[in-house]
């Protein structure tokens, strides 16, 4: 039996427009067409659902004009140890 995939919260995309300078390369190598280029050659994003946090725009901006921010699912960030699936915390508060 199949469970359900669990929705995913989008990442955060921050176009600073005072910085691009429409040169188009963060549309050009976003994968999924979550970001597109307006008629003024401004780069936006044309839908959230679809970027995948890859960072590949903010990557290749010369400009520094974007910037992809990851959501966090849980308060504790937690990773797999290897042993019998157990998990631990790397929340460094605590």
Partial sequence: MKEGKKKRKPAKIDIFGVWCK?????????????LGINESGQPIVK???KCTGCGLCEIRCPDFAISVDHPVEDKAVTEES????????????K
């Avoid at 429409?22 to 979550?34: E, R």
């Avoid at 290897?82 to 508060?93: H, I, P, T, V, Y």
């Fill in 47 to 49: 839908d959230l659902e």
């Fill in 22 to 34: 429409s040169c188009g390369i963060c549309a050009a190598f976003c994968p999924t067409g979550a």
């Fill in 82 to 93: 290897g042993e019998e699936g157990k998990k631990r915390s790397l929340d460094a508060g």
